[in-house]
């Protein structure tokens, strides 16, 4: 029998490994139902659906390997990172999904959610008060109207699958829906800003900086809290702490 590996787990759901299968237990069967229908219709390569039974899913490995992972540097060639920049595009000019995504919100909305998570960093002594007004002040750039695009949602960097120069795939798309095309660039280099220019260059367009690092801050403001009460470690080097001290 092939070893059993844990790839992640927490609360809300657990990603397990059986040799060349991922085993996908999640209790929220809506967001099980957004990643099978949005790999259907995503114009990129995306893992093979194997079978589906509540609350399991079963999918297929893909081959390479992931562009990096956070805190760690990328061994992935520019080129590389070029192409993965090159597949968002495609998937950004595809038609919109049916569905509004997952957790997408007004910039309002997202404000007022910004500012909660701000006053309980500093109130409840997770990070400085400096380092918490300064990418509060940074992400401001983030809250504005988007034209929405079909984006992945949750686009991490061991998200992305490549083999040598060429993408092999896109993982994990429970959060994909209409949203913020520049978020899906700022969440595959988070923490990996030297590479922003190569996905640029992919991505064939001019992007606005300011918005992506607005939302480098964004999601590692929003994000802190929940990664250390999941089990997570924010401050590791090259991690969410890092990304805020980054930006004073």
């Not at 099980?32 to 995503?42: G, R």
């Not at 990418?135 to 109207?145: D, F, G, I, S, Y």
């Not at 470690?233 to 004073?248: H, K, Q």
Request: proline share 6%; glycine share 8%; with cysteine.
């Amino acid at each position: 029998m092939d070893e059993v590996k844990v790839v992640v787990a927490h609360s809300e759901r657990a990603t397990l490994r059986v040799g060349d299968v991922f085993l996908k237990v999640d209790a929220d069967q809506a967001r099980i139902d957004v990643e099978v229908e949005a790999m259907s219709l995503a114009p990129v390569p995306t893992p093979e659906v194997l079978w589906r039974k509540a609350p399991v899913l079963a999918i297929a490995a893909l081959p390479g390997t992931v562009l990096g992972r956070l805190g760690e540097p990328s061994t992935a060639s520019p080129v590389a990172w070029a192409a993965a920049g090159a597949a968002i595009r495609k998937l950004h000019e595809a038609p919109l999904p049916p569905w509004a995504g997952r957790r997408r919100r007004s910039p309002d909305e997202l404000a007022a959610e910004l500012d909660g998570e701000c006053e309980l960093l500093v109130t409840n002594g997770v990070l400085p008060a400096a380092l918490v007004t300064r990418n509060r002040q940074v992400a401001e750039a983030a809250l504005r109207p988007w034209i929405p695009a079909f984006t992945h949602g949750d686009l991490q960097i061991d998200h992305v699958f490549v083999d040598g120069d060429e993408v092999t795939g896109i993982i994990d798309w429970s959060e994909a829906g209409r949203g913020d095309a520049l978020f899906d660039l700022a969440t595959l280099t988070l923490g990996h800003e030297e590479h922003l220019d190569d996905v640029i260059a992919g991505y064939g367009t001019d992007v606005d900086l300011d918005v992506i690092h607005a939302w480098w801050s964004l999601r590692s403001l929003l994000g802190v809290r929940w990664l250390v009460e999941h089990g997570f470690d924010p401050f590791a080097p090259g991690c969410e702490v890092d990304v805020l001290r980054s930006r004073m």
